[in-house]
Every structure is written in structure tokens, then in C-alpha cells.
């Protein structure tokens, strides 16, 4: 059962102290090990992190040990109540570089209010003393960490790591979200557009856009979460790639049947229509931006597959 903190005893807090610093040097070691391959110089900077908290918990241990004993007591930080949380690293690997460093910074500031709170349970002088030392050091952390990242951050390593995340993100997020859109923007087409000048309904015409577009981004989402695990390829958790594909495909459907949601046929197509125009639009821009093509190319490429599938559709839903 968790414990109150301030029903702890003198040793307790001591051993607390030592498992926290324990568990945020294993987490600067993880981050400091997923970040090596494509940023090495914050890799770096978590490694000196982490030979700081290795410092931190040896001088707790020494104390410990003066006072107390070789026996140092199991207590984690989950066995306290309210007392500092950590999110698994593997929790926040998908997140971006700078977001890594926050997150380091709010460890730092929460370690730093513990050993003050700490300090003021302690009734020995050299524990007091060497608690309010750690608190201060947390507190000049981030200034140390800032001294690091300008040590081993140079332009050309910033720019390098900037590079990389960009590469990053374009691998988990922007090629299975462009891949989700395309789909669902340009195979929805004849479904949409054939139902809709069969019927010339637009009741219809939304509830056969509606069922292709949530369809198409279920088996999109599937598709993406199984087609590899990102360990060999670099393109991140299966997982975040399904739900990124699928909403992209799903939204990339319903774009232009919503339009059919509008009782009268005709403006209805026409708004359909326009919208078809802006999706591929975007996705010229999205290839333009992030994957360098041309924009004229990407352009021409996109609205020639859709404008024959729209025909196809078209030509089907009139036959």
C-alpha cells in the first residue's frame, strides 16, 4: 500500500532519494541511446546528464551508508503518494526532439522540489546540507544542460539534428498521412460521383462517401500498421502509422462527400466538386513541401489520376 510522504522515516526518504536518482539516470541513458543515430550531439549531452545523476546517487549512498547502515531499504517512487511520476521512455520516443529536452527539464525541476521538501524532514546537519547541495545542483541543471548543448550543439551538429527530425518526421507522420489522403481523396471519387448521378440523390450520394471513406481508412490504417514495425526502416511505431493513415484516408473521403449533406443535387455536386479541386490542390502542396517534388509535377500528376477517376465515376453513375 503507497505510503504518505510525510509519513516516511529519515531512512526511507534517503533510500527514496537514491532510487529516484537511479531511475532518472536509466531514463537520460535511454533518451541519450535512442538518440544516437540521428542526434548525436544530444546524445551526448544526456550521457553527461546521466554521469551527473550517477554522481547524485553514489553521494546519497555514502550518506546513507554513514548513517544508517549498508542495508539500504527497496522504496520506489510509485510507493509514495503524490510523489514524482516519470512517463516510460518508450511512452514519448514518437515525440519531437525539443519535447524530449522539455521533458528533461521538467524532471530536473521536479527532483529539485523533492530533495527540498526532503531536506526539511531531516533532522541530521551533514543530511540537511547535502540534500539543500542536490536541490541546487537540480536547480542549475538546465544551466548545465544549456552549457552542454553549446559544447557538443554546434551550427553544424544543430543543423544536422534539424535535418534529421525533419527526415523523421516526414518517414512516421507525412508519408503514411499523404499516403492515408491521396487514397482517400482520389479512390472515394467514383463511389461518391457514381452513386450520385445514379440516383441523383444526394442522401444517397453521402451515405455511399460516408461507408467508402470510413471503409478505405480501415483497411488504409491496417495496412499501414502491418506493413512493417519501423525497426529496419525508421518509419516509427506501426501503430501512430495506422492512426495517422487511417484519419488521413477517412478525412480525405469525407471531404468531398459532405457536400451531400445539402438536400439539392446540383449544388451539391458543384460544392463536391470545388472541394475535390482544394483536396488535390493540398496534396500537391504537401508533396511539394515535404517531399521536394516539383510543384507543377506534383500538381499534374495528382489532378490527372483524379480527374480520371472522377470521369470514371461520372461515367459509371450515368451509364
Not at 554522481?55 to 509514495?80: A, C, K, S, T, W
Not at 540534500?131 to 552542454?148: K, N, P, Q, S, T
Not at 527530425?165 to 463511389?191: E, H, K, N, W, Y
Not at 487511417?246 to 469525407?254: F, V
Request: glycine share 8%.
Amino acid at each position: 500500500m503507497a505510503k504518505n510522504f510525510k509519513d516516511l522515516s529519515e531512512p526511507e526518504i534517503l533510500a527514496l532519494a537514491i532510487s529516484n536518482e537511479e531511475t532518472d539516470g536509466r531514463i537520460y541513458a535511454d533518451f541519450a541511446a535512442r538518440l544516437e543515430d540521428n542526434y548525436p550531439a544530444t546524445a551526448q549531452v544526456f550521457e553527461e546528464m546521466e554521469a551527473e545523476e550517477d554522481n547524485h546517487r553514489r553521494q546519497l549512498i555514502d550518506e546513507f551508508r554513514r548513517r544508517f547502515g549498508e542495508h539500504i531499504p527497496l522504496i520506489r517512487r510509485e510507493e509514495v503518494k503524490g510523489f514524482i511520476t516519470r512517463k516510460p521512455v518508450w511512452l514519448i520516443q514518437t515525440l519531437g526532439i525539443e519535447t524530449v529536452r522539455r521533458y528533461a527539464e521538467s524532471m530536473e525541476l521536479e527532483t529539485q522540489r523533492f530533495y527540498e521538501r526532503a531536506a526539511a524532514r531531516i533532522s541530521d546537519t551533514s543530511t540537511r546540507k547535502l540534500l539543500g547541495d542536490l536541490a541546487e545542483a537540480e536547480r542549475h541543471h538546465v544551466e548545465i544542460a544549456d552549457a552542454l548543448e553549446k559544447q557538443h550543439l554546434t551550427r553544424e551538429a544543430k543543423a544536422d539534428e534539424d535535418r534529421a527530425q525533419r527526415r523523421l518526421f516526414v518517414l512516421q507522420i507525412v508519408q503514411p498521412g499523404l499516403s492515408g489522403l491521396m487514397d482517400g481523396s482520389v479512390s472515394t471519387l467514383a463511389p461518391v460521383f457514381a452513386a450520385a448521378f445514379a440516383t441523383r440523390s444526394s442522401h444517397d450520394a453521402f451515405l455511399v462517401g460516408l461507408a467508402a471513406s470510413v471503409g478505405a481508412g480501415i483497411s488504409m490504417g491496417f495496412a499501414e500498421a502491418l506493413s512493417d514495425d519501423g525497426s529496419l526502416t525508421g518509419r516509427g511505431k506501426p501503430l501512430l502509422r495506422g492512426i495517422v493513415c487511417g484519419l488521413m484516408t477517412t478525412a480525405g473521403g469525407i471531404g468531398h462527400s459532405l457536400p451531400y449533406l445539402i438536400p439539392n443535387f446540383r449544388t451539391a455536386t458543384a460544392l463536391a466538386v470545388f472541394v475535390v479541386a482544394i483536396e488535390l490542390l493540398v496534396i500537391s502542396w504537401i508533396r511539394n513541401h515535404y517531399m521536394d517534388t516539383p510543384f507543377l509535377r506534383a500538381a499534374l500528376q495528382v489532378i490527372v489520376g483524379g480527374v480520371c477517376v472522377f470521369l470514371v465515376g461520372i461515367l459509371i453513375g450515368s451509364a
